[in-house]
């Protein structure tokens, strides 16, 4: 399965590459992007938003993961105003380019790891049928589709022993998602050790290759007088205040949530991850590991490995799988490779001809059946309630981004959510701590304080409300609370428009 060297495999024109892209747009497209606009999608599109203004990560948003979770929707959204395209659309179209470009990635993987195109047209066919990774490639934005595509160049980088290019793509990644850090690190470091003509050389590549964007960003920080925002939302508050159980806490609700999200392509990638481990494992054990292929499919189990590890640790919901996948579609691409060469040329080729048929298929059925309006009716209930408010009317913000960015609006603070951790966070920063911040918030007399309506009312803020605001009705995600001179008519005005 594996061969002596995959690094000087010649540079062409792959139109096998291309068809993988085309029918991955296709598939994206039938779901469309007009999905419901969640508070975490929310997060990463007020960021985007915000560095589309020219406000870096962070400074506008307070938020645990990485700066390019704000930095590619923020690109996405700049060159929208520049054509005249909606924010939400231009960054939800962004992404999807991005997830295109993993499929296109993966092929090209699983085509140079196993020396067949067949294995990676069955490890694309995968990789597209996953459908939590599908439902985010038209319905983000969301950090993690930009963290896969980037862990799975960083680990075409290794297939092709490129050390310094897989250290840098494997630092983005982590500047997308900080966990992926220790399962693609320990990647890359097996493949160098296994091998690397020069083990010591390819270590230092990897590490300065890791470095070099690392550095650029802190840098990048320390000019504009921002490197402590940068080290509390990335370093600081993870290692502090996240609080985050595991793959084992609360199972039933997280195991629901996992089916309902994966659905049927759940068992494809557990089928194709315990391959993988299964392909590592049995190539351990053979002297084609020191080969660069060979190699690298040791590597993919040790990825496999520390990924199970590291969920059993911390598992927030069903997107913290998406750093495994790429190894586990790889599986899939494995297990064909294997196949073809122990049956008839014909015989392989239509086995993978039906499997990504169904794939195919089944991948578009779930893009027709998460296609939806409902970010119409959040964009109706936004408009709709600033017409009604008197001119000038500011929101802000707990737990609930969405209003704000489809009125395109920036909070009255860089805080906005308090989940997890970060109400301990506020509570040790800021002066009287979460009660202050409540307080100071109220002072700043928003017309409106939207509350998201998934973590509920949080019990700090009604006493510094007191009467103030009075609650006038809820739009799909949170609850309008505006404030009372506004005047009677202005709020029966508003009960009646939310109510109906």
Request: hydrophobic content about 55%.
């Amino acid at each position: 399965m594996t061969s002596t060297a995959v690094r000087d495999r010649p540079r062409r024109l792959d139109p096998l590459a291309a068809l993988c892209g085309l029918v991955a747009l296709v598939v994206y497209l039938l779901q469309g992007f007009d999905g419901l606009l969640s508070r975490d999608l929310a997060v990463y599109s007020y960021g985007g938003q915000q560095v589309a203004e020219g406000v870096a990560p962070f400074v506008a948003i307070l938020n645990r993961a990485g700066p390019l979770a704000h930095l590619v929707p923020g690109a996405g959204a700049w060159v929208g105003r520049l054509v005249g395209v909606d924010d939400v659309l231009a960054m939800r179209f962004t992404l999807m380019l991005v997830a295109v470009a993993t499929i296109v990635v993966i092929y090209l993987l699983g085509r140079d790891l196993f020396r067949s195109r067949g294995a990676g047209v069955a490890a694309a066919a995968a990789m597209l049928c996953c459908e939590g990774f599908l439902r985010y490639a038209t319905l983000g934005p969301r950090e993690k589709t930009t963290m896969v595509c980037l862990l799975a160049l960083g680990l075409l980088a290794m297939v092709h022993q490129r050390w310094g290019t897989a250290g840098a793509m494997v630092a983005l990644s982590t500047l997308s998602w900080q966990p992926v850090a220790f399962p693609a690190i320990a990647t890359l470091v097996v493949a160098a050790l296994l091998g690397a003509d020069g083990r010591a050389r390819a270590l230092v590549r990897i590490a300065v290759g890791g470095i070099v964007p690392t550095a650029l960003i802190m840098l990048f920080y320390v000019v504009i007088g921002k490197l402590q925002v940068f080290l509390d939302a990335f370093f600081l508050i993870n290692l502090r205040y996240t609080e985050q159980g595991g793959l084992l806490s609360n199972t039933g609700s997280l195991w629901s949530s996992i089916m309902d999200a994966y659905g049927w392509s759940l068992w494809v990638m557990a089928l194709g991850t315990v391959a993988m481990l299964v392909i590592g494992v049995r190539e351990a054990r053979r002297p084609s590991r020191r080969t660069p292929a060979g190699a690298a499919l040791v590597a993919l189990a040790v990825l496999v490995v520390v990924c199970v590890l590291w969920a059993f640790k911390a598992f927030n919901g069903w997107p913290d799988a998406f750093y495994v996948f790429p190894a586990s579609v790889l599986g899939i691409g494995g297990l064909y490779a294997l196949l073809a060469r122990r049956v008839p040329a014909r015989i392989a080729l239509a086995v993978l001809a039906t499997w990504v048929v169904v794939a195919t298929a089944l991948s578009a059925a779930a893009a027709l059946a998460d296609r939806s309006d409902e970010l119409d009716d959040q964009r109706a209930d936004v408009a709709a309630v600033m017409a009604i408010l008197p001119p000038g009317a500011r929101i802000a913000s707990v737990e609930a981004p969405q209003p704000l960015v489809l009125a395109h609006q920036r909070n009255v603070s860089r805080f906005q959510l308090f989940g997890n951790g970060l109400e301990g966070y506020v509570q040790d920063t800021w002066p009287g701590g979460i009660d202050g911040y409540a307080r100071w918030l109220v002072a700043r007399k928003p017309t409106v304080i939207a509350v998201g309506t998934q973590s509920g009312m949080p019990s700090w803020l009604p006493p510094a409300m007191g009467r103030t605001y009075v609650d006038v009705g809820a739009s799909n995600g949170w609850s309008w609370w505006v404030r009372t001179d506004v005047g009677t008519r202005v709020l029966d005005r508003l009960q009646s428009r939310l109510d109906g």
